[in-house]
């Protein structure tokens, strides 16, 4: 019975097999296979437990969002990815100094001029090589931090030095021989406290013939703080005789006594006087007979407009000038009542269009300092070769001098500038205004408004010259024809190129508003030799080197990289007279006592070969034979074009009396 069961069961184990009658073919794809669009984006990569995993809002709502964040966040870093890389590629040429110095304590100012660096210390003044980038001499007496220096040359190696220090007190120097002699203090006081007065500004005739001074300080009569400008005439003709003295005894052989540690030691021992030494002790001794300045010159500002002081108009005839002059207004028969009722009526008519701070008159009012330039001899000014003058003249200090010129601005004034040769100024105003006036013609070159986004930090002109096509021996013709050039500089950081000419006028934006804070322009300087450059300081620490004809930056110069630049935001540096360094101070970034001062030589760099030789420089000042040239030049220019308009203006006149006459004849 079991043998029965079990092949029963194997026979019924044997599985069915089924033959495909058709041929293997794929079948084509019907409708219902097709592809939707909304299942499109999720075909590919498709997670199988998607049906069940899926969000339900607001979730899936903010997982987008979160996606589409990322999306644009990867954009943004492979942008700037690809402007790294694009700056690396494009990135001007770094440069480092050729050379440097180490000074002892912090330097505040520079002033290069000749063979000469003269650096303003929190010690003192201190005077270096250029050539030997070593220190020659040091003055100290004082122990007071210097903050500001100007310097003329004087000839024969010898300069005049202007300092002012961190007390206010402003003082001469006459550098000779390696040696520092002080001259005078000008506004030191010793006795009375009270009556100490502190000088804003200074500034140094070309040739050392003068010397002026911004003072501020107390009023005798009322306890209000007032600026005043003197002029001193600095008699350098005779300094230049004692000192000159001096080195004769001091060439004609060793002075009687000689101090200790003056003396130089032979190969056999003996010891032998130092020239060089001696010369300064002589140079120091004579210090105290060098005379002092004289004051010839001393500018208030102009009392304002009150009512007249006179009786009668007999008395403010006698006040006035005899015309030569413009007057300041102060001779008048205005009364007071009639200000006032003038003012009265004026904000009463214009009330609406005025807008009146309450909070601006409680404020104290800000001192407000002045600018001021000295002026070679020209057409305009009473100066020169044909005004002959004592030698001791000066006008009364009690008196009020008048201006021989009043150039006339619409706005209080920001800043100033003036070319080396003092033919053309440049006034830019508050309202944005900036005048180019041409000081030997009397009338504005141009005149230039920029936006009121546009707040004017400081303007520089840059060195006139003369373009490839016009290199030509010197003439009234090319000067003339020269272009004005104006640099301006916004607190926004944007730069411009104001061109000015008799016959051309443009404005060009140099550089906008950075993207970045440290590529903001902190300061520009212009280069005497390289009329056509321009140097950039940015607060990121470098200075960059720009063409404004072709407005591309053509190098950096930078410091080595142990060191930085030394407040980028307010660099101390300078360009020697000569155009051929740049002097910055650097910065070790430690607490040490001293610093680092880099000298980058121009010619030393391979750029000079492309800038040097495009243009021509013309001269600062011309002799009189060519200034006379030029007014000649012009005057018959000028004629020329009035004989040809004079027929024009007389047919006009004809017919406008013609015309009157018609008139008269209708009625």
Same mark, same amino acid.
């Not at 590919?44 to 903010?62: E, G, N, T």
């Not at 100066?383 to 200090?397: A, D, M, V, Y």
């Not at 101390?572 to 006592?593: C, K």
């Given at each position: 019975m079991n043998n029965q069961i079990s092949n029963t069961k194997t026979g019924s184990s044997k599985m069915p097999f089924y033959l495909r009658k058709q041929p293997l073919e794929i079948p084509p794809p019907?409708?219902?296979?097709?592809?939707? $669009?909304?299942? #499109?984006?999720?075909? %590919?990569?498709?997670?199988?437990?998607?049906? *069940? =995993?899926?969000?339900?809002?607001?979730?899936?709502?903010?997982?987008?969002?979160?996606?589409?964040?990322?999306?644009?966040?990867? #954009? *943004?870093?492979?942008? +700037?990815?690809?402007? #790294?890389? $694009? $700056?690396?590629? +494009?990135?001007?040429?770094? @440069?480092? &100094?050729?050379d440097g110095f180490q000074v002892v304590g912090r330097a505040n100012c520079l002033a290069a001029a000749g063979d000469y660096i003269f650096i303003g210390l929190s010690t003192g003044l201190s005077v270096f090589s250029m050539p030997q980038r070593e220190k020659l001499f040091s003055w100290d007496a004082v122990r007071l931090e210097v903050c500001a220096i100007r310097t003329t040359d004087l000839g024969n190696g010898s300069h005049l030095v202007g300092s002012v220090d961190e007390m206010g007190i402003a003082r001469l120097f006459y550098f000779i021989k390696e040696t520092i002699l002080h001259i005078k203090a000008i506004n030191e006081v010793q006795e009375d406290v009270s009556k100490r007065t502190t000088c804003a500004e200074l500034e140094l005739s070309r040739g050392g013939d003068y010397a002026a001074f911004l003072l501020q300080g107390k009023s005798r009569r009322a306890c209000i703080s007032e600026a005043w400008l003197e002029i001193y005439r600095l008699p350098k003709d005779s300094w230049r005789k004692e000192l000159e003295y001096v080195q004769t005894v001091a060439a004609a052989g060793p002075a009687p006594t000689s101090a200790a540690g003056h003396f130089k030691e032979t190969k056999a021992g003996h010891p032998v006087p130092d020239p060089q030494q001696e010369l300064q002790q002589l140079l120091i001794k004579a210090e105290s007979r060098l005379g002092p300045p004289a004051l010839i010159l001393k500018i208030k500002s102009p009392k304002p407009l009150a009512g007249t002081i006179f009786k009668n108009p007999f008395e403010a005839l006698m006040k006035c000038d005899d015309g030569n002059v413009f007057g300041l207004g102060q001779n008048h028969l205005i009364k007071q009542c009639q200000w006032d009722f003038q003012e009265a009526l004026f904000y009463s008519t214009f009330q609406q269009y005025l807008e009146v701070d309450i909070e601006q008159e409680d404020k104290e009012e800000k001192p407000s300092y002045a600018t001021f330039y000295f002026h070679l001899p020209g057409r305009m000014l009473p100066?020169?070769? #044909?005004?002959?003058?004592?030698?001791?003249?000066?006008?009364?200090?009690d008196s009020e001098p008048k201006p021989d010129i009043v150039w006339p601005c619409a706005a209080p004034i920001t800043c100033s500038a003036i070319t080396p040769c003092s033919t053309y100024l440049a006034f830019a105003c508050e309202d944005g205004t900036i005048t180019v006036w041409d000081k030997f013609i009397g009338f504005p070159l141009s005149v230039t408004v920029l936006r009121e986004e546009y707040v004017i930090r400081s303007i520089h002109f840059l060195p006139l010259s003369l373009p490839p096509s016009e290199k030509t021996s010197f003439s009234s013709k090319n000067f003339a024809s020269t272009k004005v050039r104006l640099l301006v500089l916004c607190t926004d950081g944007t730069l411009h190129l104001i061109t000015s000419g008799a016959k051309e006028y443009s404005t060009k934006l140099l550089a906008d508003t950075p993207e970045s804070p440290g590529q903001t322009i902190s300061a520009v300087a212009t280069i005497p030799t390289l009329p056509n450059a321009v140097l950039i300081f940015f607060r990121e620490g470098t200075v960059g080197l720009m063409d404004i004809a072709k407005q591309d930056t053509i190098c950096h110069f930078i410091?080595? &990289?142990?060191?930085? *630049?030394?407040? &980028?935001?307010?660099?101390? %540096?300078? *360009?020697?007279?000569?155009?051929?360094? +740049?002097?910055?101070?650097?910065?070790?970034?430690?607490?040490? =006592?001293?610093?680092?001062?880099?000298?980058?030589?121009?010619?030393?760099?391979? %750029?000079?070969?492309?800038?040097?030789? $495009?243009?021509?420089?013309? &001269? =600062?000042?011309?002799?009189?034979?060519?200034? @006379?040239?030029?007014?000649?030049?012009?005057? +018959?220019q000028r004629l020329s074009t009035i004989s040809q308009q004079m027929p024009e203006c007389w047919s006009q006149l004809q017919t406008y009396a013609a015309a009157l006459q018609a008139a008269r004849q209708e009625k």
């Open positions: 019907t409708e219902k296979d097709w592809i939707k $669009k909304d299942e #499109e984006e999720d075909i %590919f990569l498709k997670d199988p437990h998607q049906a *069940v =995993d899926s969000l339900p809002q607001p979730y899936r709502m903010i997982n987008k969002l979160l996606g589409l964040i990322f999306d644009q966040a990867w #954009e *943004v870093i492979a942008g +700037l990815d690809r402007q #790294e890389i $694009k $700056k690396q590629l +494009l990135a001007p040429t770094l @440069y480092q &100094p050729s100066f020169g070769t #044909e005004t002959k003058t004592e030698p001791g003249f000066s006008l009364p200090l410091p080595p &990289p142990s060191h930085t *630049v030394a407040s &980028p935001w307010q660099p101390v %540096f300078s *360009v020697d007279t000569d155009g051929q360094y +740049l002097i910055l101070r650097g910065d070790a970034g430690g607490t040490a =006592d001293t610093e680092t001062i880099f000298l980058f030589e121009f010619k030393s760099y391979p %750029f000079m070969e492309s800038l040097a030789d $495009k243009f021509e420089l013309l &001269p =600062d000042y011309l002799p009189w034979d060519k200034q @006379y040239n030029t007014f000649l030049g012009d005057s +018959l």
